[in-house]
């Protein structure tokens, strides 16, 4: 999406200057006058130099802990005293042999040249969100550049928190479920055709089971590349189709209709709602930038439309439970609470409650759901390993008693 720099006058009449992270020039026009300012220009950063000189650092991704380590650092080095170059000098003479390590150095270049920071940062959207650019814009405009990177701080904890919940409930499951499935392939492709061979020398009449295994094990071995070909060109098939916006919006559509799936997805994306329009709210965020931003960070297409909805439907004067309620994709409980807040004119510690909440049940449904997954995978593979273990002695108890009489 490409960036535009405006310049405007506030209410007050003060000159600002900024960038926006908008679809084209007539959405950045709109997004100044929401913001309360009356545009004087609107420029595609694309074309000035500052844009051209932009190196191919902050091209590629950068993960989210190696940010939140950056921002922490910042933050101690300005609330020591420190001004933003002297600050990103350090860092930047600190090399880690990261890929943040060059977008350090180019964003103090930017910082020596008279940039702002928010300015600096936005030229780099795949390594900083426009939520980190949005609050870093709201502190520099209150002179509290270091609370906002605190807020930041406390805000990228909290989200890389609940990353490390949903990844760590899927480790074990999935542990089990690849020792069982190489276990059992294993046995497929060497154990069972060594002793099919020696099943049909002895030309015996076999039970079914067995006969059924040894098929299954004659099939694998000779078509087995010929499978797991056609599994990855469906995987690769799978993969282009949820990178186009019908089937990225199908697979969203199908996880809110899993029964067990659903509420784990639903209490991560209101958690996230929640906390993130807290922290952009009380870091001075307008509320209309705020919900374009918390609509960017939602990984579900469905909620993020219904968010993008109410956003359309939010005007001065109007409040932001009653647009997310009339979605019914949130639900009553979350919309309530925060007509309450909205009510008592504390809007951030209403979605700091709910996101806690959330948080809270996030955590429950996770332990309920590896608790009952665990057990039902290694009875699964308990069943198939079973399976091929009885085959094969049912076999051997034929011979025996065969060969005994």
Do not use: C
């Amino acid at each position: 999406m490409p960036f535009y720099r405006y310049t405007a006058r506030s209410r007050t009449g003060e000159k600002v200057e900024g960038t926006l992270d908008e679809s084209d020039k007539g959405a950045a026009l709109r997004a100044v006058e929401r913001l309360g300012h009356i545009p004087l220009s609107i420029t595609d950063v694309q074309d000035t130099s500052a844009k051209k000189k932009q190196p191919r650092a902050g091209s590629k991704r950068v993960r989210g802990a190696t940010v939140l380590v950056f921002t922490s650092e910042l933050r101690d080095l300005l609330a020591s005293g420190m001004k933003v170059g002297q600050a990103l000098t350090i860092l930047a003479r600190r090399s880690s042999g990261g890929r943040l390590d060059a977008v350090i150095a180019e964003l103090r270049d930017h910082i020596i040249q008279g940039r702002g920071l928010s300015d600096a940062l936005a030229l780099y959207p795949s390594v900083f969100p426009s939520l980190y650019v949005a609050m870093i814009r709201a502190g520099e405009m209150g002179g509290a550049t270091t609370d906002a990177l605190e807020r930041l701080v406390s805000h990228y904890q909290r989200m890389q928190a609940l990353k490390e919940k949903l990844v760590s409930a899927l480790i074990y499951p999935a542990v089990v479920l690849l020792v069982g499935a190489g276990t059992l392939v294993f046995s497929m492709v060497f154990v069972i055709p060594r002793f099919a061979v020696i099943f049909f020398e002895l030309d015996s009449t076999l039970p079914l089971p067995t006969r059924m295994l040894i098929g299954a094990s004659e099939f694998l071995v000779r078509y087995g590349i010929f499978l797991l070909a056609a599994l990855g060109g469906v995987a690769v098939m799978v993969r282009q189709a949820l990178k186009t916006n019908d089937g990225r919006a199908f697979w969203h559509r199908a996880q809110l209709r899993l029964p067990i799936l659903r509420s784990i997805i639903e209490a991560d994306a209101f958690a996230r709602f929640a906390r993130t329009l807290a922290t952009l709210l009380a870091n001075g965020v307008p509320v209309l930038q705020a919900l374009t931003i918390v609509e960017r960070t939602m990984g579900n297409t469905v909620i993020s439309r219904e968010i993008r909805n109410a956003r359309d439907r939010v005007t001065d004067g109007t409040t932001i439970s009653g647009p997310l309620a009339a979605g019914r994709v949130f639900p009553p409980l979350m919309t309530d609470m925060l007509a309450v807040g909205e009510q008592t004119g504390d809007i951030a510690r209403s979605l700091n409650h709910i996101a806690n909440r959330y948080e809270n049940e996030l955590d429950h449904r996770l332990k309920i759901m590896t608790t009952i997954l665990e057990p039902l995978l290694i009875v699964f593979m308990a069943i198939l390993v079973g399976f091929v273990a009885i085959s094969m002695l049912l076999a051997v108890f034929d011979l025996t008693s065969g060969l005994n009489v």
